[in-house]
């Protein structure tokens, strides 16, 4: 279990900063505003209606020029949506239009030009179909002088444009809605998400430090004994429990970027499905230790009864009782992870995860959790933003949401549905936002048990505070960047790290906090009242 530790450590963390809600491929960014083209980029809904009847509703993207879309449905107008004629609509279309919707492919002429052919057949609006199934920004050239265009521009997915001119070329009468409705500028699902993670921190570190209190209370047993026990006690160590040094906390980055990289280039179908895999895989084991864990208290002899399972050992009577409840609940999650409310599953699997490799995998001094968030900063930001230059979009968010696969994106995340969202979607959240900073938020909780801190003199709810501000930064970031994925450990870091370093500095224990990780303590064995000698 310890080594399958550090491995859900590399891969729960290989996400470090997937906070994001982008919905539009951010190309063309270095093209610039300029005068009649300086429209803000927006999501825009297209209902159509077929032979009267209500049909699919699909999202573009408007375009940086022409006249802003009306926010309100109401607002909107039905029209008649007409295929252009040349369909490339490069050149002046043969037929006037009187006011309809023009239905063109991208071609090879610049989306300024089509809506200014558009505009000139008398169409109220343009709406293009991509060559390809993202969504595109349509912006202008720098040289572009004459951008006095008056009708709105639309761009289409491959997918969903194809499907209207399906309907135009069979024959259908096709009338169209165009309107983009306003997001809330908090969604109720960031609320939740927020306390779900910080919650999740704050359940991980007080077993963490439970545990280790638990331990330090037999070690102490022990010692009443004399020095053989706590010989005993020292050469064993702490059973099951990993503890980070500095090199594997640098190799963190390595091993991570690596993994990283082998998600953006092998992402497809197959490759997703062997994540899912592997993921249900830890889930069941996390899943099964915080069941048994909690259960412990209420069926004590089911624990402490064993019975020899082969190839895997000892196992208690509990484990084996909760172990089918667990691989059931991952196998149905992995199942239907489609259906609208398989998020709940897939929350529950992570958080469990989670809190399991935090109760196991320990941060031992400040130190070491200073080198592993330090790199964890650096990794973060280089695979959301400096990833752009070589691969020309952020390889963190394309792998966090999926782009390459029809899934929904990859399960090493935490997600809760957009509640109030026009616009629907998920808000995010990656593992790794949780589990490093969790570990060393854990690490300040113990330190606390172990100096006997009470919660204002001590770190932990510093830390806490400091980790809730973090991420509540990210999302107030995350909404002034008009949706654009954010680094989390941006923020997170400097607010964690920084606030148990000033205080250990301001009260004079940073020495212990970074060499020893503990407080200094007296061993009393080993001052001893020296007995009088008596007469044999």
């Not at 959301?384 to 020309?392: A, D």
């Amino acid at each position: 279990m310890a080594a399958a530790a550090v491995l859900a450590l590399l891969l729960l963390s290989a996400l470090a900063g997937a906070a994001t809600g982008g919905d539009i491929v951010h190309h063309d960014d270095e093209a610039p505003k300029i005068p009649g083209c300086n429209n803000d980029f927006i999501l825009v809904k297209v209902q159509s209606w077929v032979n009267g009847k209500e049909g699919d509703e699909f999202v573009g993207v408007g375009a940086r020029f022409g006249p802003k879309i009306v926010s309100k449905e109401k607002h909107a107008n039905r029209t008649k949506l007409t295929l252009a004629d040349p369909i490339e609509c490069c050149s002046s279309p043969k037929d006037k239009v009187s006011g309809d919707v023009l239905l063109v492919q991208r071609g090879k002429c610049k989306f300024t030009k089509k809506a200014k052919f558009a505009e000139a057949a008398g169409a109220s609006a343009i709406v293009i179909i991509n060559h390809v199934h993202e969504l595109y920004k349509m912006v202008c050239e720098k040289n572009e002088t004459d951008l006095d265009i008056h009708i709105p521009a639309v761009l289409l997915p491959k997918d969903a444009g194809s499907a209207l001119h399906t309907l135009l070329t069979n024959g259908n009468a096709v009338s169209v809605q165009l309107y983009s409705p306003d997001r809330p500028v908090v969604d109720t699902a960031e609320v939740f998400l927020w306390l779900m993670a910080v919650g999740t921190v704050l359940g991980a570190s007080y077993w963490s430090a439970w545990s280790a209190r638990e331990a330090v209370i037999e070690q102490e047993k022990l010692l009443k004994d004399g020095h053989e026990g706590l010989l005993n006690v020292e050469a064993g160590g702490s059973s099951g429990m990993v503890d980070i040094n500095v090199a594997s906390a640098i190799m963190f980055v390595v091993v991570a970027s690596c993994f990283l990289i082998m998600l953006y280039k092998l992402m497809s179908y197959w490759f997703v499905e062997l994540l899912v895999v592997i993921f249900c895989i830890g889930g069941v084991e996390g899943l099964q230790t915080c069941l048994v864990a909690v259960l412990s208290r209420w069926f004590k002899p089911a624990v402490e009864s064993f019975v020899k399972v082969p190839f895997i050992g000892a196992v208690s009577h509990l484990t084996l009782a909760v172990c089918p409840f667990c691989i059931a609940f991952a196998v149905l999650w992995a199942v239907f992870r489609q259906v609208p409310y398989a998020w709940i599953g897939q929350d529950i699997l992570g958080i469990a995860l989670i809190v399991t490799v935090i109760q196991i995998v320990r941060v031992p001094n400040l130190k070491v959790g200073s080198v592993l968030l330090s790199c964890a900063f650096l990794y973060d930001i280089f695979w959301v933003f400096v990833s752009k230059r070589w691969f020309h979009e952020s390889v963190m968010i394309v792998v966090a949401r999926g782009d390459k696969t029809d899934e929904d994106g990859v399960p090493m995340l935490l997600k809760i549905p957009r509640m109030f969202d026009p616009w629907g979607g998920y808000s995010i959240i990656g593992f790794g936002d949780i589990l490093l900073p969790g570990l060393l938020v854990a690490f300040a909780l113990r330190y606390d048990f172990v100096a006997k801190k009470s919660l204002q003199s001590g770190y932990f709810l510093w830390s806490m505070v400091a980790y809730g501000s973090g991420l509540l930064i990210t999302y107030v970031a995350l909404n002034l960047m008009d949706g654009h994925g954010q680094p989390a450990l941006l923020y997170i870091v400097p607010f964690t790290l920084g606030t148990l370093i000033a205080l250990g500095w301001k009260r004079g224990e940073l020495q212990n906090l970074w060499v020893k990780g503990e407080p200094e303590r007296v061993c009393t064995h080993m001052h001893m009242p020296l007995l009088p000698a008596t007469p044999n």
